[in-house]
């Protein structure tokens, strides 16, 4: 099943972000090469600069979608003020459809 988890960030945490970026990316590296990550980019706003991120993943089940969340080190390091985790039918644009 898929899952879409919008991450958004705290107030004035870019240099939180910027900082924690490294690890994130080793992370979702991995998480792709176990086929977990579909898909993934950062929510931005009005001035284009990062305010959350968006990631799309295939999991069994809402548990599973929630440890991927809490594992990601944005979450580890405290970045994010809320993460939203919702069941996600891809209907357009899956390249495994």
Known sequence: MFYALICKDKPGSLDLRI???PPH???LKSMEAKGVLKM?????GDDEKPI???LVISVAD???AEAFAA?????VAG????TEIR???WTFGNPEA
Do not use: I, K, W
């Open 19 to 21: 900082a924690t970026r």
């Open 25 to 27: 990316v080793e992370y």
């Open 40 to 44: 993934a980019g950062p929510l931005l």
């Open 52 to 54: 959350g991120s968006m």
């Open 62 to 64: 809402r548990a599973e």
């Open 71 to 75: 594992g990601d080190p944005y979450a």
């Open 79 to 82: 970045l994010f003020a809320s």
């Open 87 to 89: 069941a996600f039918n």
